[in-house]
Every structure is written in structure tokens, then in C-alpha cells.
């Protein structure tokens, strides 16, 4: 698979105005963007750095990542690898018998991404990969 950069950095936390007071406040980031995923059940907050994205995730209901606070408490819910086609590189994890998460990508702002592990087998950080191809 050939990952082409880091996409972005999720982080999971419990109030997204308190967050983003203290990355704004202490680190001097800038905001670029917010939105409402009701499918994965988020409010996030996005920010610029360098070539890369830093987001931060409040849940709005039962999912993802309210279970990883249940568990987990705040902090790095995922890496996002950006690939050139996310169907061939679940295609190639499936040709070495590794079974990813998803098994087909799903779509959120202009981009397809898939889930392809379990925090427990990459060190304990859940990872996806991503394209920004044309939904199809």
C-alpha cells in the first residue's frame, strides 16, 4: 500500500468549545472549519497544520467515539493516511488474508475513507485510509 502523507490527526473530546479554547489559546491554532456528521455521530472542529489536518471530535450521540471516551477518556482517536485509491488498498490488505474494518469506503466532505484496523494491532491507534477521488 503506498501511503502518500499523514491526511490528519483525530482527537476525541468530551466539550468541543473547551477544546478548542485551549488548542486555539495555548498553541495559537486557527480554526478553518466545523462540522456535523450525523452518520458518525460527531462535531468536529478542523484546523490547519503544515499539509496536514487536526481535528477535534465531540460525539453528538451514541458511537465511535463516545464509546472511546467510555473507554479510553480523551486523546488520539485516530491517523488518517491518505492513499491513492482507498478500494485498492483494502483490496491489497485482503490479498495478504488481513481482514479491515470496513470493507468498503465511506464518504465525508469530498472524501473516501475506510477503517482498516483495530486499535490493538497497530500499537494501539486506530487507523483509516483515505482518497479524495469522486464518490463513485
Given at each position: 500500500m503506498k501511503?502518500?502523507?499523514?491526511d490528519h490527526i483525530?482527537?476525541?473530546v468530551r466539550n468541543l468549545e473547551k477544546a478548542r479554547q485551549a488548542y486555539e489559546d495555548i498553541l495559537g491554532l486557527e480554526l478553518h472549519s466545523t462540522y456535523v456528521s450525523e452518520e458518525e455521530k460527531i462535531r468536529v472542529a478542523r484546523y490547519r497544520v503544515g499539509d496536514m489536518w487536526l481535528e477535534?471530535?465531540?460525539?453528538?450521540?451514541?458511537?465511535d467515539v463516545s464509546r472511546f471516551l467510555d473507554k479510553r477518556g480523551e486523546g488520539l482517536f485516530v491517523i488518517s493516511y491518505e492513499v491513492p485509491d482507498v478500494d485498492?488498498?483494502?483490496a491489497e490488505l485482503k490479498d495478504k488474508g488481513y481482514k479491515p474494518v470496513d470493507d468498503k469506503p465511506r464518504?465525508?466532505?469530498?472524501?473516501?475513507?475506510?477503517?482498516?484496523?483495530r486499535p490493538k494491532e497497530l500499537c494501539g491507534i486506530l487507523s483509516e485510509v483515505l482518497d479524495y477521488r469522486e464518490k463513485e
Open positions: 501511503i502518500r502523507k499523514i483525530s482527537l476525541a477535534l471530535m465531540e460525539p453528538t450521540g451514541e458511537g485498492a488498498a483494502l464518504h465525508l466532505l469530498g472524501s473516501r475513507y475506510a477503517f482498516i484496523n
